[in-house]
């Protein structure tokens, strides 16, 4: 099962993020992500957080509505994104979209990164974005996570596949113009960044045997 998580990053309300956030059946708002949820004409089914971010006239409104509002403290040691994913995870999410995930806070995107590896450790396949740039966390722990499929056109996209928490071992492409054959790709390296479809108009195949990584899909410039 499906479960969207609006974190309150930016987030371009565009038409695929539309239709794959309208296709998750759980949906948890994390404090301010609850105005991208109002955005988009979702109501979500859990509001969680602090709610330091959202309008004092809004929770009864979703009250009155049957939605759950789970306050938390302020200070505490959970960010309002893990509670957010524990949460989804606990109502029965057996994979993840996450929106909002990346902002001006290179501490919060950077926290939700290592998130989604976490996460892709446990099995658990997820995917972030702010409507433009789409990020799929990858672990060759689990068979679920080991592989991404991406539907992208020949042109206009970029692929950059970074290991991280350890080398990610054993890495295979298709579609890319780079192509790798069970390849080590080290962490805290580059080598993998900018790589692009190979312009065959196939889709886009990426593997990896062991380690972590996360597979970025950006603009061209």
Same mark, same amino acid.
């Given at each position: 099962m ?7 990053g930016? /987030?371009?309300p ?6 794959s956030?309208?296709a998750?059946?759980?949906?948890? =708002? =994390?404090? +301010? ?7 988009l004409?979702?109501?979500?089914d ?9 309008r004092t006239d ?6 009155? /509505?049957?939605?759950r ?5 302020r200070?505490k ?13 606990d ?13 001006s806070?290179?501490?919060h995107?950077?926290?939700h990164?290592?998130?989604?590896? +976490? /996460?892709a450790?446990r099995?658990?396949?997820?995917r ?8 799929h966390?990858l672990s060759? =722990? ?11 056109p =020949?042109? +206009? ?10 080398p990610?071992?054993g890495?295979?492409?298709?579609g ?21 479809p190979d312009?065959s108009g196939?889709?886009v195949?990426i ?15």
């Amino acid at each position: 099962m499906r479960g969207l998580i609006a974190l309150a990053g930016r /987030l371009d309300p565009n038409a695929v993020v539309r239709e794959s956030a309208s296709a998750c059946r759980i949906r948890i =708002a =994390a404090d +301010g992500g609850l105005e991208h949820l109002d955005r988009l004409g979702l109501i979500p089914d859990r509001v969680v957080g602090d709610m330091d971010s959202i309008r004092t006239d809004q929770l009864p409104e979703l009250e009155a /509505l049957g939605v759950r509002t789970d306050r938390h403290p302020r200070d505490k040691d959970e960010t309002d994104a893990e509670i957010a994913i524990r949460t989804a995870l606990d109502m029965g999410a057996t994979d993840l979209l996450v929106i909002g995930a990346l902002g001006s806070r290179p501490d919060h995107t950077l926290a939700h990164l290592l998130l989604a590896a +976490g /996460l892709a450790r446990r099995g658990v396949p997820i995917r972030l974005t702010d409507g433009t740039t789409w990020i799929h966390a990858l672990s060759g =722990a689990r068979a679920e996570t080991a592989a991404v499929r991406l539907d992208i056109p =020949a042109r +206009g996209f970029l692929v950059s596949l970074l290991a991280i928490s350890g080398p990610a071992i054993g890495v295979s492409t298709k579609g890319l113009r780079f192509g790798l054959d069970r390849a080590l790709l080290p962490d805290l390296c580059a080598r993998g960044v900018s790589n692009r479809p190979d312009g065959s108009g196939s889709p886009v195949e990426i593997r990896l045997e062991a380690g972590e990584l996360l597979v970025f899909v950006v603009p061209a410039d």
